[in-house]
């Protein structure tokens, strides 16, 4: 049974980083495409990073050359480092997985895995 588990979150102020991971169970095929995804209420779900098989990786712009997606492979763990932190990334962050496709999306319904999902709150 394949499962996903987020950590890392928390509170801190603007400017300032976190590291979220998620650890992956049940599942030894790597050639997949992971994403991070974050959602605030009231609003959908949105692709924040992604990352394929060969490393390749895409940002929405609100985060890029703030945020780096990467993942280890042997541990089965994907990672999210957030710097520069704003109140606007202030959000539920979480992780997903796809068996199916080799190229990088964010579209939700292809993501059949989803983590818990882990709370980020940035403070100005």
């Known amino acids: 049974q394949v499962q996903l588990v987020e950590s890392g979150g928390g509170s801190v102020q603007a400017g300032g980083s976190l590291r979220l991971s998620c650890a992956g169970s049940?599942?030894?095929?790597?050639?997949?495409?992971m994403a991070w995804f974050r959602q605030t209420p009231g609003k959908e779900r949105e692709g924040v990073a992604v990352?394929?098989?060969?490393?390749?990786?895409t940002y929405v712009d609100s985060v890029k050359g703030r945020f780096t997606i990467s993942k280890d492979n042997a541990k089965n763990t994907l990672y999210l480092q957030m710097n520069t932190l704003k109140p606007e990334d202030t959000a539920m962050y979480y992780c997903?997985?796809?068996?199916?496709?080799?190229?990088?999306?964010?579209?939700?319904?292809?993501?059949?895995?989803w983590g818990q999902g882990t709370q980020v709150t940035v403070s100005s």
């Open positions: 997903a997985l796809d068996f199916n496709h080799a190229s990088k999306h964010f579209y939700v319904p292809w993501y059949h895995y």
């Open positions: 049940g599942y030894t095929n790597n050639r997949n495409v």
């Open positions: 990352i394929d098989s060969d490393g390749s990786t």
